[in-house]
């Protein structure tokens, strides 16, 4: 159990960084002099809506070794397109956003796909007009949701713990989980990440599995914008690069590799899980703001170090180096051995 | 195949390593001969995007103008500097920097707060601070093949937080005002201008006569190839890194000298408008191909077009989303033209 564990970085990594947040959230009591309340677990349960589809999105394209950076931009757009056009109906708001995620991942995904263009260029080149679109349709300031019955409903409690919001992020993980682990298309897709031209000759259909995804990820950012922009009664032009931190460091700590092929949905859930603890254990224990970007960089950082190919390259160099020393002592001293017992 | 097939060629001429140079310059000026004698597709596209916008500047009042042009060269020289720096980066493989607003904004704030030390200190200190921090991720990338994007979205983070932290989150004013002579207009045109172009020049003439310079494309076309061919692979790349760190620097002394304060915002969008230049300037983000000339060009042209939607009352969002499609346009042509042929 254990050793399958070690040999699969894409249960250990979640399976150890969740527990480890949970148990550091369940001692913040002892910093903050506060007891935890239901309360604290709905607000991390709140960050992890606001934060999921995103990094779910960030998370499936990485798997298949992309990298879609546009999702801020469509996150942003997403929100500012619900909140100008759901004044009067919040659903068509929604709708609206996530047609415009869903045929901006497809374009993207269709110049990846067909073109085999790489797709940092493609998702940066989107991410700025995005940004700019945006801007140009707010006019480059925040906008106020004037529909307060779909604030208050996307926040309502349900259950204690949870909102209509975050069991919504909760059920795309769920669909994410049973479509990649019971059809075909979960080997595809790390099939399509681990090595692309050995799929391609297995039969994978490459090309139509990545329309598909860039498809979802730009569905899923524009939802989570849609959504999030309801919560706050306002969208931002502009939420900077935050959200792709954040969503790179869950996804990450989901034990998804940067070099693709590896990852799991329910591994995604836990790391976003564990973003969204991290994030209520600094709110409750009211660090300084320039302290959490610290802890995220280091994170990042540290996860990134770990994940590099050529540090493992080096570290196998050095043992291999140490091995070879450790033998030709030993036969070195057996040579001296023999060279004593032969007079 | 083809790979296979460029891979070899790649070991051959980098084990002739005396006559490499020679090779790759001859190389260059044959295809420079071809593309003169048969005009493609995208020449006359780019012969036509000229002419289109002459003709829109002559139907825009002032665009022709000593003022404007100015104006123009000034905002080419802001992104400029930093755009030759990405374009070496760009070269040896490493894809793009998305910590190029924080460090600029720190060299600016380590620039004006040792004004009272001496003009030429400042300045050298804000170089060093440039080039330490970014020749650390460089060696991050280069020995440990770290993955570049995530990286730097971390190193970004991380010196923005410290940068906050150190300043308090205050706006830094400088003790003495000794920088004012960088903020000077010679002949009329900015300090910052000629430096571009004496930047350009220094840079196209690295990358084209000097060993370092020849290996960063060697590296950047194919890195396992070079690593194979005993190419000193880390050490070109954090050389790569230290000159765009040193740019960087440059960019945040004039920034820091046009502004007389700094404070976190000082970098603006400077991350995504380098590399905006870069890739219209037609480098591939796949590394091996490209020129700090080129890269000029990229950034003049989008200064071109930003000025002239300025000039015809269109807001920043829509400067913005002009700037990421033309960025797309290019980056899918640029493919394109690579590619064709190979397929």
Redesign the interface.
């Known amino acids: 159990m254990i050793r399958g564990l070690v040999s699969r970085p894409e249960r250990l990594v979640p399976a150890v960084s969740l527990p480890v947040v949970v148990v550091a959230f369940a001692c913040t009591p002892l910093i903050s002099g506060e007891g935890l309340t239901t309360f604290d677990i709905r607000n991390a349960l709140q960050g992890f809506a606001q934060l999921g589809l995103l990094a779910l999105g960030l998370g499936l394209t990485m798997i298949a070794r992309e990298?879609d950076?546009s999702v801020v931009g469509t996150y942003a757009l997403g929100g500012m397109l619900a909140v100008q056009t759901g004044k009067s109906s919040a659903i068509l708001g929604v709708v609206v956003a996530v047609a415009a995620g869903a045929a901006i991942g497809a374009v993207q995904g269709g110049?990846v796909a067909w073109?085999?263009?790489?797709s940092?260029?493609?998702t940066?080149?989107?991410?700025?007009?995005?940004?700019?679109?945006?801007?140009?349709?707010?006019?480059?300031l925040s906008k106020t949701y004037t529909n307060s019955a779909a604030t208050l409903w996307v926040d309502r409690t349900i259950l204690v713990i949870f909102s209509p919001r975050s069991l919504v992020t909760l059920a795309a993980f769920l669909i994410a989980a049973l479509m990649l682990g019971f059809t075909k298309r979960g080997r595809e897709l790390r099939a399509i990440g681990g090595d692309r031209r050995a799929s391609r000759v297995a039969g994978v259909r490459v090309e139509r599995a990545l329309i598909g995804l860039f498809t979802v990820s730009g569905t899923l950012a524009a939802l989570g914008g849609a959504l999030l922009s309801y919560s706050y009664a306002s969208a931002n032009?502009n939420p900077g690069?935050q959200p792709?931190?954040l969503g790179?460091v869950a996804v990450?700590l989901g034990g998804v590799s940067?070099a693709g092929g590896r990852g799991l949905p329910l591994g995604l859930l836990a790391g976003t899980l564990s973003v969204a603890l991290i994030a209520q254990i600094v709110a409750m224990t009211a660090l300084p703001?320039?302290?959490t970007?610290?802890l995220?960089?280091?994170l990042?950082?540290i996860i990134?170090?770990i994940?590099?190919?050529?540090?493992r390259q080096?570290l196998d160099r050095l043992k291999a180096r140490r091995n070879s020393k450790a033998t030709s002592t030993i036969t070195l001293a057996s040579h001296d051995q023999y060279g004593a017992e032969s007079p | 195949m083809t790979t296979a097939n460029s891979e070899h060629r790649h070991a051959t001429s980098a084990a002739g390593t005396g006559s490499a140079r020679r090779k790759a310059g001859s190389a260059t000026e044959a295809k420079g001969r071809i593309r003169w004698r048969r005009p493609g597709p995208l020449d006359i596209g780019i012969g036509i995007g000229i002419l289109a916008v002459v003709l829109v500047g002559a139907m825009t009042s002032r665009f022709f103008s000593l003022d404007n042009a100015r104006a123009i060269l000034a905002s080419t020289a802001a992104v400029g500097i930093t755009a030759i720096g990405a374009t070496f980066v760009m070269i040896v493989g490493s894809?793009?920097s998305?910590a190029v607003s924080q460090t600029a904004t720190v060299a600016a704030m380590i620039f004006l707060s040792t004004q009272q030390l001496g003009l030429g200190v400042a300045i050298l200190l804000a170089l060093a601070c440039g080039v330490a921090v970014t020749a650390a991720q460089g060696a991050?990338i280069g020995?440990?093949?770290?993955?570049p994007?995530?990286?730097t979205?971390?190193?970004?983070?991380?010196i923005?937080?410290?940068a906050?932290?150190i300043s308090g989150?205050a706006t830094v004013y400088p003790k003495a005002t000794a920088f004012r002579t960088l903020d000077s207009t010679p002949l009329g045109l900015p300090l910052a201008v000629y430096v571009l172009i004496g930047l350009a020049l220094l840079a196209q003439w690295m990358l084209h006569r000097t060993t370092a310079g020849r290996q960063l494309y060697l590296i950047g076309e194919n890195p396992a190839a070079a690593r194979a061919a005993g190419l000193p692979v880390g050490r070109v790349t954090v050389i790569a890194w230290a000159f765009f760190g040193a740019c960087i620097a440059l960019t945040g002394i004039f920034l820091a000298s046009f502004n007389t304060s700094a404070n976190a915002d000082l970098g603006g969008t400077l991350s995504?408008d380098a590399?905006?230049a870069v890739?219209v300037g037609g480098t591939a983000?796949?590394g091996g191909r490209g020129s700090a000339l080129r890269t000029l060009g990229g950034a003049l042209l989008i200064s071109v077009i930003s000025d002239l939607l300025l000039l015809r009352g269109f807001?920043?969002?829509?400067?913005?989303?002009?700037?990421?499609?033309l960025?797309?346009l290019v980056?899918?042509t640029v493919?394109?033209r690579s590619?064709r042929g190979r397929r």
């Open positions: 990298f950076l110049l073109l085999r263009i790489p940092l260029p493609v940066l080149a989107t991410y700025i007009a995005l940004l700019g679109l945006t801007s140009a349709i707010s006019g480059g032009p690069l792709l931190i790179a990450l940067l703001d320039y302290s970007e610290l995220y960089a280091a990042l950082v990134v170090a994940d590099a190919p050529g540090l080096t | 894809a793009v998305l991050v020995f440990w093949t770290a993955n994007i995530v990286l979205i971390a190193a970004g983070f991380a923005g937080g410290v906050i932290w989150g995504l590399i905006a890739l983000i796949g807001s920043t969002g829509v400067q913005l989303l002009a700037k990421g499609l960025v797309l980056v899918v493919h394109l590619t």
